[in-house]
């Protein structure tokens, strides 16, 4: 069965810390991963993708992810958390023969000052 | 460019009435995707449609059903509606398959 794992509801990180999020997933294809924010009241943003090549992406606002095939996952990492980055944040795959993403329950990360 | 755009932001219905939801993709792309996102299902795929046919379908009753136009804007329709129904509706636009999936600020839709 085709889903996605995010296995903290809730993580809380001091302003200046690094934030680790983690994601796994079980797809039968060659998956295309994504991380995606939301904040209160707002549609999703595009943090960064994955569709093949160098396994460790580069995406918005100083967010990385690294692809490990072999323990399917696609964590989310940020060296420095800064206040700004609360929200709640998404993981979901998808294919390269279609648009229907499946998204993880979402971690909801907060940020003390 | 333009983002894409959802109209209306908010909409307040009774059960048993139906609604339509707009969307407006980003331009130039064909791709137009739905999600249905409530705190007990989470984020859920309705339907996707690509130069106006349905391309792929979610698993939701047929009260769910959405066209789309040659201009690429697309409509979802919700007919005969259940307090279950309330929900944020996003849509998502994309140039085609196998490419990122850019979201509007969605649809709030409260049915009482």
């Known amino acids: 069965a085709q889903s996605v794992t995010q296995p903290d509801i809730h993580i809380t990180v001091s302003e200046g810390a690094s934030l680790e999020l983690r994601c796994n997933y079980s797809?039968?294809?060659?998956?295309?991963l994504f991380w995606y924010v939301q904040s209160p009241g707002q549609g999703l943003q595009l943090l960064l993708k994955?569709?093949?090549?160098?396994?460790l992406v580069q995406g918005i606002k100083g967010f990385e992810a690294e692809f490990k095939r072999s323990q399917s996952s696609f964590n989310l990492r940020k060296p420095s958390v800064h206040w700004s980055d609360a929200a709640e944040y998404f993981c979901?795959?998808?294919?390269?023969?279609?648009?229907?993403?499946?998204f993880g329950t979402g971690t909801l990360l907060a940020v003390q000052p | 460019k333009a983002g894409v755009t959802q109209t209306p932001r908010y909409l307040i219905k009774t059960r048993g009435q139906q609604v339509t939801l707009s969307c407006s993709p980003i331009?130039?792309?064909?791709?137009v995707s739905w999600y249905q996102q409530t705190p007990g299902q989470g984020l859920q795929f309705l339907f996707e449609?690509?130069?106006?046919?349905?391309?792929n379908k979610g698993n939701f009753p047929g009260r769910f059903s959405g066209r789309q136009f040659s201009n690429s804007r697309s409509e979802m329709n919700v007919s005969t509606l259940e307090l279950g129904d309330s929900a944020l509706y996003l849509c998502?636009?994309?140039?085609?398959?196998?490419?990122?999936?850019?979201f509007g600020p969605g649809t709030r839709l409260t049915v009482t």
């Open positions: 998502a636009s994309s140039r085609d398959s196998g490419y990122e999936q850019y």
């Open positions: 797809y039968g294809a060659t998956p295309y």
């Open positions: 994955y569709f093949s090549g160098d396994t």
């Open positions: 979901a795959v998808g294919g390269g023969a279609t648009n229907k993403l499946i």
């Open positions: 331009s130039g792309h064909r791709s």
């Open positions: 449609y690509f130069s106006e046919t349905q391309r």
